[in-house]
């Protein structure tokens, strides 16, 4: 497995309005990547919900970082958590919360969410 | 009435970020079992929400502990507080939520929900 | 009008985890009464929310015990508080909330809710 | 523009339990009125949700009070402010919130949405 | 990149109730701007949710001044910052939410949230 | 059993129409009979569909010759034959059709549906 | 009653398309009237589809002619065979239906259709 | 797997409208089965549309006969063709058609139906 | 008014199954033109089924051209009917079928639907 | 491009009920593969209906055929009838329709339908 390097992925740019605590939502409505178990293809939603602080990042370079995880085998638990570190990682941002919606499989659906800082 | 051991049928893995408190929501939407009273099948959506300490609970074990629910039979009440308490017993997580929505019966539906800890 | 006699008419079990504050709802669908000033059908669905203490009301016998309304003339504002009355007498619930959601009359429809200890 | 009269044709009846904070909502589906600057009718859902003291509105007053203003002109914002003004002075309820879902007029639809005592 | 000029365009009235904190929520189901990269157009729902305190804003105006940006370039994140900075400069409401939710791009929609005070 | 009398109970008034073969759909949401085994209450939507000749049937009546089934037990497939018969032996319409989408019992719903004249 | 004159109400334009069978249908989410008998206000959704000859009806002289009908009584039955009869005279349309979707009273919702020519 | 015996356990009424081609649709939401190859639970609305000749079936014994196969192993595609084989053996219908909609399995739902006599 | 042209900005490829009737549909959801009287913004969803002949219509310049119309005056009528002659005289289709479906303007809404050839 | 070799991967069985023409549907929610011009990923969802003469496909065989072309490119009007090509040489079936659902691209979806026998 080897996961993108979101550093060399994910561009940013100037947030435009750093004097204000505004929330950004993007959501990914078309995430895919392999069952590391069974080599199955998994298929998610995915939301990114965060309060920038000098940079926003750029929609384009978020879904091509996305993409890269097609053929890559990942655990749902594992994968909120390595995207929840990837982008608090290049965007330092005031807040951010990531939700992965996965779809039915043997009857059972799965939605992971974590949140920075951790606020539990 | 024999329930499933909760103990032997599910399966854990190491929580890939203990250092975080995230949420993990699974859903069963098929699950089935019997009217203690009539013997006559029941249905329900089950939702398990927790936060993990130490071990996750493995999906398939869980989707297979339910099945072992299938020709037994057992109430509403008795059962969400049976699934919480095992649930807890094998994966002690910081926090967990059971909710169980039953369908139709005699033009009623039914809505039970435990929690651990004890939060009301 | 003769109510329905609630604690003739409503059975009970033992709460199978008094020991949790969990919560139990049912929801009625189907019910009717009569409109007490034009004697016409009304039909609302009832949700009764509660955290049982001692005891948990058997779901048949509260089927019957609403059923006993159907030919009673009553108006929607007394008929969830008298509810509420009887079901706390016979539960003695840690707590409770029912709701009547009323169809429409004259281009108008109702929900009534009420509480119990009244938290308002 | 000759609004109704609130205290003539708004009717009242006991409250049937006043030793309890419950909550009445109304809702009408079928409001409408004209716009005071081009005359063209105005269509809206009102939702009137208020804890009754001594005195509960009748619903059948309330739906002849509203069709009054069917061929008044009056702006949103001072037609939800009118009608919590009219139904506090006629209740005298505990609290009363008053909300209007006006439809779409050049692709803008509007929610107004007044409470009474002003807890904002 | 001339966006319009919402001291010129923005009209107003007299809040008819400023005695009390009522809300006022107006949603643009159309909007549509240009992406300031590709010049592609982008498509958007806006809300408006405001507390007035001296002045409404009428809404004609506000339809005009959003029909302004149709063939103007600009960012999703400033465009709702640009938006609360004018209409706050216009309306000095006692406060005010602004949220557009843009359409799928690339597989991606986006919701921006902005408030004033900043309260986040 | 004692079926209301369709020919006592139902009014009509003139086809204002008769030259030409137009629909006419009433649909009644809130039909109640019991079950002629149980004693317990069924609840189904009623469509009546049909093309006039001379007269159409008043929807006020028709409402109460419905309301008359509230306490007489009747089957499903014999409640909506016997419907028909009535209908059509008092109005004599061109065409008619009875739908009636009965609600779930034991997790079965039924819908029976009957046409005049015979067109199978 | 005193319907509204469609002959100088309703204004039309040469049909861009006269070599072509196309099909045109314009639905007025907005319509109400009268109740002949009760004085009460009737909400209904109209629906005209047609396929014009020489002829389209102009959109916003439609509309007014719907508003006209606000304070007039008028039975169902006869206001959809009234709308077509004046929409056909003004057209001559190639062919019409109108659909008329009335809301729902005393637990019953209707829908009245007819057609030019007469084609059941 | 010994597939319940539908001549025994289904149970008829007699047709109370023979003289009429009437349709008669029960839909069973709650059909469980199981996989013949993998022994998992299979889950599946079915739905039951028939012209009665002589004889109806009668609700309750059509339930209790489809939970009979609640522990059977059987494919889509049999069960399908073995329940209108049965039924129609049983009721000697005029016509009828059985779906069944299975739940989805490998992100693939189907869709079954058969009809008899056969008019493909 | 200046219409874009088609036969310039339209680009096709080879059938590739010419030897097969089968069917394609594309839908555009967010198409924006003006109204030729008031200047106003109009908004429609598009619809283009159409079985090939010997092209099939590049999806990337079917965007470009439709949004060619942003800034156009054109009447609903007109412009489907424009639309229609355009992509046939570009695609030479063996049937086409184009549906717009605008949305409220002063409460009313309008689909429009032509085909080729003309089948009515 | 390497197109999967449907000869190698469908896998079929003895269909259960060859005497009657019944309808099977299979519904393949998550198909993804690569638009060839860009590179990008595409999704679908696909729908496969046949009446099925000596043999049926394996449902798991189906989904694995389907998940071969995951990253392959094609364009949608090839790739249905590519599949139809396919399943038609292996199965053999009576009939069988294919469509394919493709998400939103630049504001515009796509449905594509192929039918075998070609019967348009």
């Known amino acids: 497995m080897a996961f993108p390097d979101a550093s060399q992925m994910l561009e ?3 947030n435009p309005a750093p004097e204000r605590d505004y929330e950004i939502l993007h959501t990914a409505h078309e995430f895919t990547s392999l069952c590391p178990v069974t080599g199955q293809p998994d298929f998610a939603t995915l939301r ?6 000098k940079t926003c990042v750029e929609l384009k370079s978020l879904k091509l970082y996305l993409q890269a995880f097609r053929n ?3 655990f749902y638990e594992a994968l909120i958590n390595r995207l929840l570190g990837d982008l608090v990682g290049v965007l330092q941002p005031r807040s951010m919360e ?3 919606e996965f779809s039915v499989r043997g009857g059972m659906s799965s939605i992971i969410t974590a949140r920075y800082p951790d606020s539990n």
Chains 1, 2, 3, 4, 5, 6, 7, 8, 9, 10 share one sequence.
């Not at 990114?48 to 602080?53: H, S, T």
């Open 12 to 14: 940013t740019f100037d």
């Open 48 to 53: 990114f919900r965060y309060v920038a602080d």
């Open 72 to 74: 890559e085998g990942v």
């Open 98 to 100: 990531i939700v992965g």
